[in-house]
């Protein structure tokens, strides 16, 4: 028993080594430089909850929070509306041999750099672009689309509707048809078999692709900089603002703990929901 404990040990060793070295060291340093202040240009460490308060209670910094969470709360559930329609079309709709092809073509956004997707946006919504001539051509417009919190909202969506449909396709093509026929069987229409045995039986995969949708949007600083410009700050931006600009670490240190804050937050929520969809 003890020489299989030593073994378990031995193989765990390198992966928590390397987490310790490379998150839970860093983030400690992180965590003790925002409770130091400015003095000048010079960082005077020590135990000051003064960036914490000021982060909550100056209005620059907290709408830069606010506007964080109500732009990924606005991609997670578009995205999920959009992309579980998506994975249902694929998985019950498409042949199986086509059904390969169908998922390549749903992640060919990945394959284009992050960057150049976002600037492809902003050309397809700026006054010149393609959606402004279309409405031209109709009499309408021109309209202010680019550098707009509906084009962060746009630019995230894209990207993220094919993420989420991989996870959720991934609960569909194992979910036996003998579900769904038992449900009808029962009397149950098929709004109501939807409702009440195919989406808690996907959920796990909703909420899996919700997530990760959530950490990878509210931590994402080129999008909302690209396509949102600097009429809206986001929590990213304005740590960047703070390191770039203004050379406040501890300030930008702080701001980065109530980030990670916020995705522990989203993280227990959706553990919960799992644990709760497991019973």
Request: charged share 10%; aromatic share 12%; net charge positive.
């Amino acid at each position: 028993m003890r020489r299989e404990i030593r073994l378990g040990w031995g193989l765990v060793a390198p992966a928590l080594l390397w987490t310790a070295a490379f998150f839970v060291l860093p983030f400690a340093a992180m965590l003790a430089l925002s409770f130091a202040h400015m003095e000048g240009r010079a960082v005077v460490q020590g135990f000051d909850a003064g960036n914490y308060i000021r982060a909550f209670t100056d209005w620059s910094q907290l709408k830069a929070l606010i506007n964080s969470v109500e732009i990924t709360a606005t991609v997670t559930v578009v995205s999920v509306l959009l992309a579980w329609p998506l994975a249902a079309t694929i998985a019950w709709r498409v042949p199986a041999r086509w059904q390969r092809l169908a998922l390549l073509m749903a992640v060919l956004p990945f394959w284009t750099s992050y960057v150049v997707r976002s600037y492809s946006w902003l050309l397809v919504l700026g006054k010149t672009g393609v959606v402004n001539r279309g409405f031209a051509l109709l009499g309408l417009g021109p309209f202010e689309m680019a550098s707009t919190r509906f084009a962060t909202v746009l630019g995230f969506t894209h990207f993220f509707v094919m993420l989420l449909t991989l996870t959720i396709y991934a609960n569909l093509v194992q979910l036996s048809p003998n579900y769904a026929r038992a449900a009808q069987d029962l009397g149950a229409s098929r709004l109501r078999t939807l409702w009440h045995v195919i989406l808690p039986l996907t959920l796990p995969g909703i909420v899996t692709g919700a997530f990760v949708t959530f950490v990878l949007c509210i931590g994402d600083y080129v999008t909302p900089q690209i396509l949102g410009g600097n009429n809206e700050l986001t929590l990213p931006q304005l740590i960047m603002l703070q390191m770039g600009r203004g050379g406040n670490f501890p300030m930008a240190s702080a701001l980065s703990v109530i980030l990670m804050a916020v995705v522990t937050l989203a993280y227990g929520a959706c553990a919960k929901w799992l644990r709760l969809d497991r019973l």
